[in-house]
């Protein structure tokens, strides 16, 4: 009860006179942004994907915002609308799904209209405030191309859609200076803000410090006025070089559902998960957090090049969000998967970057590491079936599987996920036979001497995925 009270103080504070008055109409039209999201690549395109996410045209790289609202999923992405290729111009893109496997477009939800962002809409987060209200924190670049952070918040609370979102006047709300010493080149990609039971929000921003990676701390009590704490939350004992998109959520011990970010009790262990810039992968370690010193205690840090990956092939900069639409209660995990094809090859296509299927994830059994599988609903979009019975395939054999076409693998990605979700890889691949309608073939190898049974080998065709 007690605690109901404070949220609807907090929640009359920032949208009684906050941030309804203060993010006030800006609204410069980009007519630019807006037409550029309209038409699509042209010409013979085999590697575009069918049901994994991708905008219709130019480059993409990380997911931003996720979160559920009302029955609807938003995902943003960072998005070029005047390229195939990265550019610091970054803006939102926005698409919503009720099933995260369909997607409709809408107009680009941030792009540059204050001076707080004018250089770039870059990576950022939702946080679902009290009383269901999402509001998001993002870095912008400035005049002087410094990384700052900025609010942002849904114009009209009742389109389901959230199709449009203002900013806050008084933006930014965190800069680098000489007081925090933070190198304005290292201060970004804020993550979703998490309630302590002081009633103070706190977020983590990804930052480096004499080459040694920080998950800077902020901390507020009324999303508007943050202050830096004391410690990071975490921060590298070494030369790791920038962490990028930092994450941080709990997960349950001894059960795979997932709960919210804010939450925390006897059974919730800890995972802080940071992009590294140089390699560039995403690492992530299970612990506990204190949240009265406010500090992440890593069961084996600190972090380093052998730490756990999300994922061994190509995924970055991935964000989670809960999901708790009825009867669900999970984490999803959203990753950016970049070409491995040369930026020549990208702007002759058009296009770069996919997002990975949705995983759900959640704390394996021995509390040691996460497990990842693809979301359920993606099996909605499988066809024919083929199915072998149980089989013994000899050393050094090949099983080969017809019946397939090549429009049926998704194109020019495959994400694997070994020993029940224990380990992921994604690779970028760009066949150059089995394109378009010709026929395909799986083969399973056994590369071996030793001879080994196969318990079962299903493959599906999939079907096509309404994506923007
Ligand atoms: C807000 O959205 C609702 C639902 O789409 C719509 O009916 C209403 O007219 C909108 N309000 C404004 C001020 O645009
Ligand atoms: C911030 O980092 C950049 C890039 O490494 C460096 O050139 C610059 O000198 C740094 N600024 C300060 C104030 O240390
Ligand atoms: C994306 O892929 C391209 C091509 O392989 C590579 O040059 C670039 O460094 C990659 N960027 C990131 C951030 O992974
Ligand atoms: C496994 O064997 C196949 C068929 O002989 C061959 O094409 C493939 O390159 C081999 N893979 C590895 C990893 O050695």
Partial sequence: MALSCIWLMFFFSLFGHGVLELIEAFHHVYLNVHQTAQYS???????????????????????????LRLGIYHLFYQYNPKAAVWGSNLIWGHSTSTDLVNWTPHDPAIYPSQQSDINGCWSGSATILPGGHPVILYTGIDPENRQVQNLAAPKNFSDPFLREWVKFKHNPLLTPNSKNKINATYFRDPSTAWLGSDGNWRVIIGSQKKERGLAILFKSNDFVHWEEAEKPLYSANKDTGMWECPDFYPVLFKSPLGIDTSSNGPDVRYVLKVSF???PHDYYMIGTYNPDKDIFIPDNGPFKDSSLRYDYGKFYASKTFFDDKYPL???????WVNESSSAIDDIKKGWSGVQAIPRSIWLDKSGK??????????????????????????????????????????????????AEGKACITARVYPTLAINDAEA????????????????????????????
Avoid at 329 to 335: D, E, S, T, V
Avoid at 372 to 395: A, D, F, H
Wanted: charge should be neutral; hydrophobic fraction near 35%.
């Fill in 329 to 335: 209660h999970r984490r999803i995990l959203w990753g």
């Fill in 441 to 468: 073939h799986l083969y399973v190898f056994n590369n071996g001497t030793e001879n080994i049974g196969i318990t079962r080998l299903s493959a599906w065709s999939m079907k096509k995925a309404q994506i923007n």
């Fill in 369 to 418: 590491q996460l497990l990842q599988w693809p979301i359920k609903e993606i099996e909605t979009l499988r066809g024919t079936q083929i199915e072998l019975p149980y089989q013994v395939l000899s050393g050094g054999s090949v099983l080969e599987v017809s019946g397939l076409t090549a429009a049926q693998i998704d194109h020019s990605i495959v994400e694997s996920f070994g």
């Fill in 277 to 279: 810039f140089r390699t």
């Fill in 41 to 67: 690549t042209s010409g013979n395109q085999p590697y575009r994907t069918s049901y994994h996410f991708q905008p219709p045209n130019n480059w993409m790289n990380d997911p931003n915002g996720p979160m």
